[in-house]
Structures are given as C-alpha cells and as structure tokens.
C-alpha cells in the first residue's frame, strides 16, 4: 500500500517536471519544425542562474519567501535573452534545411551552451536549496512529502493550461496554429512568421529554463546537467507525438509513473524502463500517441 | 571498376604499410591517438554509410558498445585472448542485433529513425549503467591480447595491437568502398533523392536499408572491438547519446564523400581535441560546436568537399 503510494506521488512528481521540461520541447516542434536539442542548455542556463540568483538574493539578507519569484525572473531572463540570440543569431539562417539537420545544428549549439555554461558559471557546484526547505513537509496518506514538490505539480499544470490557453483562446494562438498547418499560405495572408517563430523560440527556451530554474534548489547545479535532461524530454515528447501539447502531458506521466515504479520495485530497470517505452511506442505508433502521421509526398 | 583504376582503393591499400611504418617511428602517445580514433572513425564510417542514403542515425553507439562489449565479456569472463576472436565476436553480435533490430527500424525514416536509434542506444545504456556484474559506470579490464598464439607484452602488444587496429580499419574501408561503388551501393543515394521513384523502379528500399543498417551496425561494431582492445577497458559511456552524438559529428564534418573521410576527420578531431583540452579545458566544446556550424553553412558536403574540389580542377 504504501509503496503504490509512494509510486504513484514520485510518478506525479516527476512527471510534472518533465512536462515542465518537455511543454518547450514540443512547443517548438510544433510550430517551427526544430527538434532542439539546445533546450537541454537552457534548461541548464536556467538552473545556474537561478541558483546564482538566490544565493545572492538570499545573501543579500531580503526575505526568503520571495526567492521564487527570483527563480521565475531567473527563467524568464535567460529565456528572453537566449531565445533571441539563439533564434536570431542562428536558427534564422538555417530555416527551410531538412528537419534532421536542423537536429544537428541546435547539437551543435547545444555544445557550444554547454561551455558557455562553464565559462560563466565556472565548474564548481552551486547550491540554492533554501527554497526547497522553507515551505515544511505534508504527509500524504503516512509518507511526508516536501510541500515544494507539490508547488511543481502546481507549476506544470500551470505551463500547460497556459501554453493551451495561448494556442487555442487567443488571437495569437490561433494565428499560431495557422502557421503550424500551412506557413507559405499564412505569409500569403499577412502573418508575420518571423515574428511568430521569434516569439515562440522565446516562449519554448523561457519554459526549459523555467525547468532548470524550478529544479535547482532540490539538486547540485554541476556541469553537464542538461546532457541528461534532453534525452528524456525527447523521449516525452516522442512518447505523446512530437508538436502534441496534450501528447506531452500524457508522455510524462507515462515516463513518470513508469519511472517511479521501477525505483521503487526493480531499481536496476529505472533507465531501462524509459527507453522501453519509447522504443515500444515508436515500433507500435511512429509518430507518437498523438500525432497523425504524414503523407508520403512524391 | 576495376581495382588498378580505382584511386581510393589503390590509396587505402598503400595506407597500411604507411600506417606500419608511421607506427614504428611515431612517439607512443601519436601513435595511441592513431589507433584510438581509427577505431571511433569506424563507428563514424557506420553514421556515414546511413547518411548517404539519407539516415541520420543517433544511436550508433548501440553498436559500438555491443562491439565492445562482445570483446570485453568474451575476454573477461570467457578468458578468450586471442584478439582475431574477439574481434569476430566485435562484428557477429552486433550485426545478429542490426538484424533484428532492421526489421523494425527499416521502416523508420528522418526524425523517428533518429530517435528510434537513440531509444535503442539509450536501453544498452541503461542496462549496462545497472549491472553490477559488468561493472556498472565502471566497466571493467579486458585481458591481455594475444594473436594467434603469439603473446606480445610491454612495447611489443602495443604495436601489435596497433597494427591489428591498422590493417583491420582499412580493410573494413576498402571493402565498404567496393560496396558503395556497387549498384547496391549506390542506390542509397536513390533513396535519399526520392525513395517512392526507387520503389517504383521496382526495388524495395526497406530492404536495401535494412542492408545498409546492419552493415553499418558491423563497422561501428568493429570499431567498438577496437577501441576495446586499443584501450583495454570499456564503460557503458560507449553508449551514451554523447558518445553517438559525436560520430554524427564527426561524419558530418567530414562529409560522406569517401570512406576515408570519417577515418581522417576522427584522427585531426582528436589531435585537435588533445590541444584543446591542453591549453583552453573549458571552450573545447564551444570550437566543436562553432565548427559543426559554420561547416553546416559554407560546407554542406563536409570537409572532404574541399578534397574532392580539388581533385576534379574545379
């Protein structure tokens, strides 16, 4: 009983983190046809700067319980200024190249963030856990969990509803979704694509770092933590169909539970059992549990 | 065409007693390098056979770590020595692998069949990252080598081992090249045009690439054997997307233009990576990343572009 317990809230733990992660992943996707591999720098990005900025927020003696507005601000700060350099600086000049180089191009600027980090950051570990302690502990049903896990949860549903939100209830959205169908007939009636994939670059790297931002006061912020990241958003993303929202939140509980029911009964199976599901998905439907498929084009 | 009218055959072949012979001159660390990316550049040459029928394969470290491993275990827990085994062992298990495994990924194309194979390389991963027996992260040692009932020690293994890396790396290139001159071959390349008008001609392209797969899936697991016996350890790191992720690198910058391309893209990348690491540890990555995309810009047809512009006059 109290190991499905326990299974069943880790799942919805980490699956809500790699939502978080992943909402970003497919979002781009989606609209601008770029499986960015890069988005494991910004989830990165988003740590270091969180966990610099709360230290020295919190070193700066102002009162603890605003540091998570200082991890969202941290987010959104290297969203913005990434986003933009990323998009602007490179991915504009590749637009219209085959989908798998555009793979290789975001790998490349993935190596090239993943040493940025170290050169700004430097390669000793930081710590920002205060955030983490400060809200106390909750138990559920005998097992105490950390009330800021719960704050995640909160936090991914909120990602999610509002990524839906922008999509579907909004001008913008719409106009969105205008271009993820047809881009050269939504530039024949006047959308401003270049604007729509700016901002929706800046949109998807704002969610990864919020990612990073939102994990580092639980871990050691160390080097080469978004190696690790990207490939299980990938496997998220793939799992509920690549450019699917809704696929995404599905794929992470899928991964999540699964995950959680590994550790807790057969923990040599933990990596196994994520890229189990991938494959099975991927050899059972290609495109994913919510993508259609498309056609063969002569 | 025939073998006398063929250049890079004729230039592969005069390859190995250059290689012997840099070998008994070169100081040991160049000559270590030598060995150690011939072995990775096989893995590369397997991404480039993919590449040419327009496969981008992320998980080619599944079969390099099979090669390695298929070596490592038989040595290590068999106590099979002899290095001629252990590199059969390095192709047979990797491609009855490619074998099952093509039915499923033959069918896949762009984007899935990338992260199809990445899936698949991830699972080694995660499987070798756990089993205790086989040294979790760590790996383990493999054996001493010994060739034929020859058992070289000291100075003499290490060349022994370096001239078996040598001759067993261009003799997978020149019998990858023969294959590549052939119409099976060159149907690769049909595919990555337009796959419907090849099987409209009335070929089936999933075979052919299912083909191409597990002989890529033979190279790499060469390679992989390789590497093991040049380094004498393996980890499951073989099998890490990192680790794929650079041969895809490393073919890409090449270029899928010669098979000899990715064996000499390996060699410069590493003696470049050793200089970098040297003098600037913390930008190395930041080159590699610069490179890949101002060689995805200005050279789409990778390095050996500039080689093959050269030798036509152009």
Known sequence: MLTSVAIVFDGLVYASWLFTVSVGLTLIYGVMKILNIAHGSLYALGAYAAAYLVGAYLGGGYPPLFSYLVLLAAAIAVGAFFGVLIERGILRLMYGRDEVLMVLVTYAVFLVLEDAVKVIFGVDPYFASQPYGLLGTVDVLGLPYPVYDFGLIALALLAGIGVWWGLNRTRRGKLLTAVIHDREMSVAFGINVTAVFLVTFIIGSMLGALGGAFTAPKVSVVPGIGVEVIVLAFAVVVIGGLGSIGGAMIGALIVGLARAAAVHLLPQAELFVIYGVMSLVLAFRPHGLFARPATRKI | ?314
């Open chain 2, 1 to 314: 065409m025939s073998f006398a009218k063929d250049k890079t055959l004729i230039g592969l072949a005069l390859a190995i007693p250059a290689l012997l012979a840099a070998g008994a001159i070169l100081p040991d660390w160049l000559r270590f390098l030598l060995q150690v990316s011939l072995a990775s550049g096989l893995a590369a040459l397997g991404v480039t056979l993919q590449m040419r029928a327009g496969l981008v394969s992320f998980g080619q470290g599944l079969y390099f770590c099979l090669g390695g491993y298929a070596a490592g275990m038989a040595g290590h827990f068999l106590g099979v020595t002899d290095a001629f085994v252990l590199l059969a062992l390095g192709v047979l298990v990797p491609s009855a692998v490619a074998v099952l495994l093509g039915f499923l990924m033959a069918r896949y194309r762009e984007i899935f069949f990338a992260m199809l194979s990445l899936a698949f390389s991830m699972i080694l991963y995660g499987i070798l990252v756990k089993a205790e027996a086989l040294g979790s992260t760590d790996g383990f040692n493999l054996p001493k080598a010994t060739f034929l009932g020859y058992a070289p020690s000291g100075a003499a293994l290490r060349f022994a081992t370096y001239a078996l890396t040598c001759v067993a790396a261009v003799t997978v290139a020149m019998a990858l090249h023969r294959y590549l001159t052939s119409p099976m071959g060159f149907i690769g390349e049909a595919i990555r045009e337009n796959e419907l008008r090849v099987e409209y001609l009335g070929t089936s392209p999933r075979t052919i690439v299912h083909v191409k797969y597990v002989i890529a899936a033979a190279v790499s697991g060469v390679g992989g054997a390789l590497a093991a016996l040049s380094v004498g350890h393996i980890d499951p790191d073989m099998a890490y997307w990192t680790t794929s992720g650079n041969f895809v690198f490393v073919a890409l910058l090449s270029g899928t233009g010669s098979v000899a391309a990715p064996l000499i893209g390996a060699f410069l990348l590493e003696l470049v990576r050793i200089y970098a690491v040297e003098y600037s540890p913390y930008t190395w990555q930041m080159i590699l990343g610069a490179t890949m995309l101002l060689v995805i810009l200005f050279l789409p047809g990778g390095l050996w572009s500039l080689v093959a512009r050269r030798g036509r006059g152009a």
